[in-house]
């Protein structure tokens, strides 16, 4: 029992460790700290975005000079799926990139959704990243609202800003430095184990909420129909039912959407014995055919969820989604243009998508 309660909060350990790895590139990126984005990789990393494919050291100092020419930039990252096999991992999760073109004309507001399939390795007991492959899903481009930074006149919000200067990292600095004064050491108590059992559930947890995420969006119902148990039920507004006749009317109604990405977050769960409930936030992006052309919708949402333990496994017996709100825009696809002309590697659906060449059987 000891060696698998030390396996289990290893695992865990690991899992954490190149989640951090993944938040930090965003951070480098938006801070414009190259030193902090080559933190995450390995000396001897390679990536593939297709404007640059090649060292990781040069891509941070190239993605830095890229990225300083702009005002500011934010990567929202989500979706992780980790696969850890030894000393080894791979990673895939999603991004939505917002940026402003303001050197181009008409400048443009940018928000770029996409995905990173990462291989990691442990050496000397650190995870770092030794490759990364990115792929292009969706993107909008649309003429300044008002709302750009640079125009911006509305309240006194404090303003994010890079390098040194950016107060999200001033006060990152100071509260570290508070952490490192007096005694804070870490007191077991004697119901850890029954901690670590709700710990390990969320995480079986968290990957049926990204699995249910990646098959919708791949067209994957083989992996959609996995997550739940016999008799699990879904409200989805536009259908009520049996999750099983949802699986394949859901493939079926969404094969002709592109770039369909469900960007997942604030997880909330609640684990008692075999039985949990969630909530969970959703962006959903989908590119819409219709007479006039495609396009672009935006939906905001939560997934109200409830999963049970049988057998020893976790699935899900019910989801319903609670809309909060929606855009629905004409099209402003640029992919295979202007900025987006290298990014070569393109999202689809299975088992086309890159993804499954990734991941491997």
Known sequence: MATDFASAIAAIADRQAIAANLANHSRGIDRCDSALIKSVYHPDATVSYGMFDGPADEFADVIVRLIATRPMTLHRHCNRSIRVDGDRA??????????????????LQTMVGGRYLDRHEKRDGVWKMTHRLYVLDWNTNRAPTGTALPSYEGPPFIRGARGGDDPGNRLLAAWKQDMNKGDNAVQVSDDLADKAAVVLAKQDIHELIMAQARATDRGDEALLRSVWHPGATIDVGVFAGS???????????TADRQGMSHSVANEWIDVEGDIAVAES?????TRVPGPDGFTDDLT???????????????KYTH???VMDWMTSHPSSDQTGQGMYETLTTRGGKYPDDPLYAFWGP
Not at 281 to 285: E, K, L, M
């Open 300 to 314: 905001g949402g939560r997934y109200i969820d409830r999963f049970e333990r049988r057998g020893g496994v976790w």
């Open 90 to 107: 791979l990673s895939e999760s999603y991004v939505i990139a917002y940026l402003e073109r303001t050197n181009e004309t008409p400048p």
């Open 243 to 253: 999750a099983d006749e949802f699986c394949g009317m859901i493939i079926g109604a």
């Open 319 to 321: 989801r319903t989604f």
């Open 281 to 285: 936030y959703v962006i959903a992006f």
